[in-house]
């Protein structure tokens, strides 16, 4: 199965409140992760990364958090706008491979409603 | 300041035709990933290249397909004899080093009819 999973395939949002997104993370992984987001039609747009020795790491309007204790990661964006529609990865560099594959999750759909 | 070129946006083939797909990097960057995606889902490995050298094509099919990234000019990725079952989004991404960001291209959408 994959290393790296989303918990909610659909996230729906009402304008102007938070949104948080998981994903977990399995051992094969390395603790260097990245999110992604996708408008449709579009390739993926790098947001924000993170790295093992930090826990947290924000910007603008993005805060992602790393507990490496229960592998598990979280993006969440703050005060969300019809922009932010949009299906968001999270990418981990794998540590089985010499060069660093980065492995995707599988997405979440975030949805913004008015 | 230009990001990751890809050409052609939309390519469509009939069976058993062949498909060429472009990717130009980002400026300063020497590492090409390409990666494959179905609708509703994630993006899958297929190849990674630096100039002249393919480092892992694990992820690609050991039939048919083939990619390159020469000493000038863009990276390509050929699929020879397509199927129906080739129809997907291409992404090309590009990084300056390993472990490091990759940045993406809007992608190529094959239809094979």
């Known amino acids: 199965g994959e290393s790296v999973g989303l918990h909610l395939p659909t996230l729906s949002v009402q304008e102007g409140d938070n949104s948080i997104i998981n994903c977990a993370y399995s051992?094969?992984?390395?603790?260097?992760f990245i999110w992604y987001k996708q408008e449709s039609g579009k390739g993926p747009q790098f947001i924000i990364d993170?790295?093992?020795?930090?826990d947290k790491r924000q910007g603008q309007r993005v805060t992602v958090l790393l507990n490496k204790t229960v592998k598990h990661l979280s993006l969440q964006i703050a005060a969300t706008q019809p922009g932010d529609s949009a299906v968001y990865f999270c990418a981990g560099f794998m540590t089985t491979d010499s060069w660093g594959k980065l492995q995707f999750g599988a997405g979440t759909q975030v949805v913004v409603t008015p | 300041n230009a990001g990751v070129m890809q050409n052609p946006r939309h390519l469509v083939r009939r069976r058993g035709q062949e498909a060429r797909l472009r990717c130009s990097p980002m400026k300063g960057h020497s590492h090409v990933y390409w990666y494959r995606q179905l609708p509703e889902e994630g993006l899958k490995f297929m190849v990674y290249?630096?100039?002249?050298?393919?480092?892992?094509e694990s992820g690609m099919p050991k039939e048919r397909f083939s990619a390159e990234f020469p000493k000038e000019g863009p990276s390509i990725l050929r699929i020879q004899q397509v199927v129906r079952g080739d129809s997907a989004a291409y992404f090309c991404?590009?990084?300056?080093?390993?472990?490091?960001?990759?940045?993406f291209g809007d992608g190529t959408r094959l239809s094979i009819l």
């Open positions: 051992n094969s992984a390395s603790d260097y």
């Open positions: 290249l630096q100039k002249e050298n393919i480092i892992d």
């Open positions: 993170i790295r093992s020795n930090m």
């Open positions: 991404a590009s990084s300056p080093g390993a472990y490091q960001p990759q940045h």
